[in-house]
């Protein structure tokens, strides 16, 4: 299922999951590889994994290789059961016992200290580890299958689009890996919340669809939470050290991306000028004040719900980037913590830093 160009150049044989038989065999040929020590990308709800065995050192230093990713941005451990996450740290407390009680198995993932079994690799030589069960049955069967945890960061290469389907992997990383499995496009569609359990007061590293409001609640007994503490919105210095990889260029479409508000047509008209952009090579992505379609060469309307949204957002900007535009102009979504992960991905994508 390559994307146009991307199969000649692609050597990744894609197995799909779309019967019990077909999920089943597909369970086999990614155990089979993940015990040799290879790499394979595989769905999970949030957006595709490029998948190793969390305790083979060998095998984790390869996912940076193929993603050409810096040695010191810390990789997240999946398990597919609570006894497997409590192996992976030396403390489990009580905060983390209800949150996972809460969204496990879901898009959250929790920094708790790590056990000497995960190797330095994978936690970039820091203290903290974290630890993740995610939804995705495929997933889930692969990793009980193996016995093992996985450490698994998005499955493209560093600095672009996380992948939301089996052909994003393709065409970015199809070249470089042996096996991609398509378990269909990723429900969640943004990376998980990542909650800092050992920062007092505990706090987001990474919003995400699952936002403070929510963890507030299942931590309402928990005394540290930091009531109303906000995410990583600065991308401080202390941030910095706390999640290195939080200060990666991530997330960026090839195109200039702009967040823009606009009242009506003639006004985002006239932003468009203001921007300097022409027609030609804009796409406009918009949920709620829809211009017509002649303001630029796309016009391309997401859902208004941020669920819908989050779910469509960068399988939207992959099509812009795949039709060559120069600039994408995003509406401007609205405050709150239920947009709060979106706006996030958003900022990072427009940042100047961004390019
Ligand atoms: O939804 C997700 O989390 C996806 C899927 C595949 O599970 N994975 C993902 O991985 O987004 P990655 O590597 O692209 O992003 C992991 C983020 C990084 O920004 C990293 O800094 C942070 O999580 N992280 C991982 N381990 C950490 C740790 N020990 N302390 C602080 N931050 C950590
Ligand atoms: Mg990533």
Known sequence: ???????????????????????????????????????????????????????????????????????????????????????????WPAAAERLAAAFWPGPLTLVLPRSREVPDVVVAGGETVGIRWPAHPFMQAVIRHCGFPLAAPSANRANEISPTTAAHVEAGLGDRIPLIIDGGPAQVGIESTVVDLVARPIRVLRPGMIDEVSLAGALAAEAEWGAGGRGNEGGGSAEALRSPGQLERHYSPRARLVVLGWRDEDDLRRRLEGLGVGRDGTHVLTYHRIPSADVAARVCVIPHDPEAYARAMYAEWHVCDRLGARTIVVEAVPEGATWRGIADRLRRASSPAAG
Do not use: W
């Open 1 to 91: 299922m390559a994307s146009e160009g991307a199969a000649d150049r692609s050597r990744a044989e894609v197995l799909r999951t779309t019967t019990p038989e077909a999920f089943a065999a597909a369970v086999v040929r990614a155990t089979d590889r993940l015990r040799a020590g290879e790499l394979v990308a595989l769905p999970t709800e949030t957006v595709y994994g490029l998948a190793a065995n969390a305790l083979d050192a060998e095998a984790v230093g390869r996912i940076f290789e193929v993603k050409e990713r810096p040695r010191r941005n810390p990789v997240i451990v999946h398990v597919a059961s609570g006894e497997m996450a409590r192996r992976c740290v030396t403390a």
